[in-house]
């Protein structure tokens, strides 16, 4: 990227405001790469729930370009993260995707290491070998509210300054106290940024979503259904917004809205808003999906969204919670992963239906899954140029100039 860094950053100051990026950047590998360093290894991403290894031993990979993670619960209980590089030539240590073990053991040359990581055998090394400096190399990570999140930079950002704005919008649903109920990755032919631009407007919503269409409102969709600020709020629905919140300050929950103003490394954003008439949940007819969660003793009509960065989108009911995470595959793929939480002790078959609490994400994600494609199909021709974007597309335009102010300043750094 270095010998071209003028024409990119020329490229880069030719993009329009209101329109959406070049063809190059939702095709190009050396675009593709550059991206992936500059933006998901410097993010803090949520990548599983603690549910998920409960016991010592357990163990999950979160893979994405060249790094692999070894998610793993250790003998004090402790979830470590590491890099699944062994220290001796560099071979991969854990080969599936998920499981149990009692200690990690390289299938190369059999090093092994504890779950803390240290190395605890090697064969036939030398005296001056010191078993202590060759521990596995851990990847920072924080484990909050039961999330657990990564950060693959040797730099992070500080945690606490990144959760502490949507530190209480995710505190509220008690996440916690949770267990997964289902997980579903939906390969999607397409470049990190066009999926998530689908996904930062909801423009396509009516005519691509008839299950989201039912269960939110075309207020809520053209106000907030990409987000605050990101489409224009009627004065109906500023009304409805204002009375649910009163509401629900007397019910003692919170209410409000925070998104990034400041430009910074972060991308955050959250809110709370009502659903339509009497709907209690995020399901097709309303009703509950499952038992409330976190700190609700009764429905409160409401919904939270939370984005904790590009990569992540946390969705959530009273009684159950979606949560997105945007895993860059290749210049022209991603994996759109989601994880459905719901209640420790709910059960499923009593407390939920598995069908009626996917329902409506399953529906709209499969939809978002095919456009996205169509979308990229037709920007890789020779006659896509950006066009221009709606009322409906803030969003969009929010998440592009982000990524172009930071791409200009890394390179302004690197010249
Ligand atoms: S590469 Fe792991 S033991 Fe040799
Ligand atoms: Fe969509």
Known sequence: MKKDNSQFIELIKNQKSNFPLDQSFYTDPNIYRNDLE?????????????????????????????????????????????FNVCRHRGSQICLEKKGKVKKLVCPYHAWSYDLSGDLISARMMNDEFEKKDWGLNKCKSKIFEGLIFVNLSDDPDDFKEFINPIKKFIELHGLNRAKVAFKKTYPTDGNWKLTLDNFHECYH??????????????????????????????IEFSKKLSLWNKKTEKLGYLTGEYSDTNFSNFFRSAERTP????????????????????????????????????????????????????????????DVEIMWLVHEDAE????????????????????????????????????????????????????????????????????
């Not at 500059?38 to 010592?56: A, D």
Request: with cysteine.
């Open 205 to 234: 919503c009516l005519p691509a979503h008839p299950e989201y269409c039912h269960v939110h409102s075309k207020d809520y969709i053209q106000a907030y259904g990409a987000g605050n600020n990101t489409g224009p709020e009627s």
């Open 38 to 82: 500059t933006f998901f290894y410097n993010q803090w991403i949520f990548i599983g729930h603690e549910s998920q290894i409960k016991n010592i031993g357990d163990y999950f990979l979160f893979e994405v370009g060249h790094e692999s993670i070894i998610v793993i619960k250790d003998k004090n209980q402790k979830i470590n993260c590491f």
């Open 275 to 334: 659903f339509d008439s009497d709907r209690l949940s995020e399901t097709k007819d309303g009703k509950p999906g499952s038992i409330l969660m976190g700190q609700f003793k009764e429905f409160d009509g409401g919904y939270t969204t939370v984005g904790t960065s590009p990569f992540n989108s946390f969705i959530m009911s009273n009684d159950f919670a979606t949560i997105f995470t945007f895993i860059p595959r290749g210049p022209l793929k991603t």
């Open 348 to 415: 499923e078959g009593k407390d939920y239906d598995l069908n009626k609490l996917i329902w409506m994400w399953d529906k709209t994600t499969i939809a978002d899954k095919k456009i996205i494609e169509n979308n990229q199909k037709g920007v890789m021709s020779k006659k896509y140029v950006p066009g221009p974007l709606s009322e409906m597309e803030i969003g969009l335009e929010k998440l592009k100039k982000w990524y172009l102010k930071h791409l200009e300043i890394k390179l302004k750094n690197t010249i």
